[in-house]
């Protein structure tokens, strides 16, 4: 069975500095998705980064990068030039080719401080 | 309306009521998610909808009865729930395909307090 785990239950930064969510996982098969969402408070949970297990280049969108080990099963996002609006909760996903069923961790919620 | 819709929006309801969620999407997709997201916990899958038709069901109980009528609508009828279903109920969405998964659309959520 698929397994996801968030070892920070709640972190904080300052504004405008660097941040790393740390997430593992643990699975036999070779072809998967890992993906971190984000949900702010009260707010719908969207799609921050997504990253394909076949793919050597760590993903990145703007503020947000991915250190994706795959050795390791280890998948760390890092928020640079941390904003308030980024104070949320973002929660590490995994999903296996070509199968609906998607794994979550537990979540880490951020908070980010003026 | 665009994305994903959900109502009501907040529930209170006994142990002995029967009470229906509804998810909407607006996005075309042609599949749907059940989720339960409880304090602490990952987020657990309770039921996906490819094209209208149950492709998982992950032993969720029989108290739980999702329906989908239609690739746009997703119901969860509730009946005889227990204080430990309170939770926040997410609907999902996503355009099923071969190849790379595509993103879930989740809205807003349902939160839901049995007593």
């Known amino acids: 069975a698929q397994t996801v785990t968030q070892s920070q239950p709640e972190m904080s930064v300052q504004e405008a500095e660097t941040v790393t969510l740390s997430c593992t996982y643990d699975?036999?098969?070779?072809?998967?998705?890992l993906f971190w969402y984000k949900q702010p408070p009260s707010r719908q949970m969207i799609l921050v980064i997504r990253?394909?297990?076949?793919?050597?280049q760590n993903a990145t969108e703007n503020r947000f990068s991915v250190n994706f080990q795959k050795a390791a099963k280890s998948f760390s996002l890092k928020i640079s030039d941390s904003q308030l609006g980024d104070t949320a909760m973002y929660f590490c996903?995994?999903?296996?080719?070509?199968?609906?069923?998607?794994?979550f961790g537990a979540g880490t919620r951020l908070t980010v401080k003026p | 309306e665009t994305g994903v819709t959900q109502t009501p929006r907040h529930l209170v309801m006994g142990m002995t009521n029967k009470k229906s969620l509804k998810c909407e999407q607006h996005?075309?997709?042609?599949?749907m998610y059940w989720y339960k997201q409880s304090a602490k916990k990952p987020l657990e899958l309770m039921f996906v909808?490819?094209?209208?038709?149950?492709?998982e069901n992950n032993s969720v109980p029989s108290r739980f009865s999702p329906e989908c009528p239609n690739s746009s609508h997703l119901f969860l009828h509730l009946h005889t729930l227990q204080p430990e279903d309170s939770a926040l109920y997410l609907c999902?969405?996503?355009?099923?395909?071969?190849?790379?998964?595509?993103?879930?659309?989740f809205g807003p959520g349902t939160r839901l307090t049995v007593l």
């Open positions: 996005l075309g997709h042609n599949a």
């Open positions: 999902a969405s996503s355009q099923d395909g071969q190849g790379a998964p595509n993103e879930q659309f």
């Open positions: 990253q394909e297990a076949y793919k050597q």
């Open positions: 996903a995994f999903m296996i080719h070509n199968n609906n069923d998607m794994r």
């Open positions: 699975t036999s098969e070779s072809n998967y998705y």
């Open positions: 909808y490819n094209f209208k038709e149950q492709t």
